[in-house]
Nanobody, 118 residues
């Protein structure tokens, strides 16, 4: 059974940082590209960042380019999102997806909430 569990969300001030984690189980982590997506209140799901299954390439939405860094630790079957210089518009529920960019995948976690506010 595929399971993705996100953690690390919380409240941050504008300009602050948070590090999200996603622990995967129930499948061979190294066989899949992974990604992060987010859903702000009242809005649709937005792709944020993706990483190839071998970690060789990372891609970012223009809105987070230069501020967010995606990484993976295959030994821990974990995916990470380092978020720096946070902005109020980064406030959203963040999800880990077992896909590179398919927002329709059924393989995603329950999400972790990020609020950026002073």
């Amino acid at each position: 059974q595929v399971r993705l569990v996100e953690s690390g969300g919380g409240l941050a001030q504008p300009g602050g940082s948070l590090r999200l984690s996603c622990t995967a189980s129930g499948f061979t982590f190294t066989e899949y590209a992974m990604s992060w997506a987010r859903q702000a209140p009242g809005k649709g799901l937005e792709w944020v960042s993706g990483i190839y299954r071998d970690g060789s390439q990372q891609y970012y939405a223009e809105s987070v380019q230069g501020r967010f860094t995606i990484s993976r630790d295959d030994a821990k079957s974990s995916l990470y999102l380092e978020m720096n210089n946070l902005k109020p518009e980064d406030t959203a529920q963040y999800y880990c997806l077992r896909s590179f960019r398919d927002l329709g995948t059924r393989y995603r976690g329950q999400g972790t909430s990020v609020t950026v506010s002073s």
